[in-house]
């Protein structure tokens, strides 16, 4: 399986066919999707659309599925598009789930249940952000898909992780030059709802940011290594400094102009998949060195 040194991070109900087309002619080898169905519909539709493109979740949370029916999607998937779907779970989090157990013990539960349905090792990594969970991802996964960090994490990974392991951290970025405008554009997607939540807060803290830092709006600190700004070529570098600490892989995430209140929490904003999006992926395509295909 080649997922490349770079690929798109998306939301899984905003992403159609015709877009995983276009990322993959773009010269994007993977398409990472955000909590996708619990029996992985649509997945299918996305492969077929495409020629050697690999999905990927980001994350399954376990919460939402199920072990039992996640198994039979990976198998119904394997049979028709082999190789060309990795699944990466994770364990969401207390704030969003009811009966939230231990993170160690909910997903050791539900691995030995994927290892009951045959589902291999080499096929599904886990949203490792602390050393518990990352030592079960060498343990247990293919590596870890850690989200919402710097590349001091990915460094910390790799140590965590041994060589052998695939470490494919997400990253986002904001094509905008002006610091100011950038940072008004990342800083309420990152507000609402990871700065509220405390797996995420904790895994910050360790990476040296502060109370102050993570109070209020956030810091322009930590927002500047959260959300990468810039140019692209200043983006391209930020987006490479993964690769240097020592990830295989890193998911783009984008964050736009154009953006649209959650439904059930208006205070979330969620990006609008548009032109300039795809505008956006091509020219980080031309910087990072992505051939189209």
Not at 44 to 57: F, N, P, R
């Amino acid at each position: 399986m080649n997922l490349g040194e770079f690929g798109v991070w998306q939301p899984a109900y905003a992403t159609t066919p015709e877009m995983a087309k276009r990322i993959e002619g773009l010269g994007y080898t993977t398409l990472w999707l955000g909590g996708p169905e619990p029996d992985l519909s649509g997945l299918d539709e996305l492969l077929g659309a495409t020629d050697h493109l690999v999905v990927a979740s980001s994350i399954y949370n376990i919460y939402r599925g199920d072990a039992a029916v996640l198994a039979a999607a990976y198998r119904r998937i394997q049979r028709s598009y082999p190789d060309r779907l990795l699944l990466g779970l994770g364990v969401g989090h207390p704030e969003q789930v009811g009966n939230y157990r231990t993170p160690m013990a909910a997903l050791n539960g539900f691995l030995d249940a994927l290892d009951e349905h045959g589902v291999p090792h080499e096929k599904r990594m886990l949203a490792a952000l602390g050393s518990k969970m990352l030592a079960l991802a060498t343990e247990r996964a293919a590596g870890s898909v850690p989200y919402l960090v710097t590349p001091e994490h990915s460094r910390r990974a790799r140590a965590a992780l041994g060589s052998q392991r695939i470490l494919a951290p997400e990253q986002k970025v904001v094509l905008e030059s002006d610091p100011e405008r950038a940072r008004a554009l990342a800083r309420p997607r990152i507000k609402h709802p990871y700065l509220g939540l405390v797996n995420y807060t904790n895994n910050l803290r360790r990476l040296g940011f502060t109370d102050d830092d993570l109070s209020g709006d956030g810091s322009d600190r930590l927002i500047d290594q959260l959300a990468v700004h810039g140019d692209t070529a200043t983006v391209a570098r930020g987006l490479r400094a993964h690769l240097a600490a020592g990830a295989n892989h890193v998911q783009i995430q984008v964050v736009g102009e154009h953006s649209a209140p959650h439904p059930q929490m208006p205070e979330v904003l969620l990006q609008v998949y548009d032109e300039d999006t795809f505008r956006i992926y091509e020219s980080l395509a031309g910087a990072l060195d992505i051939a189209p295909s």
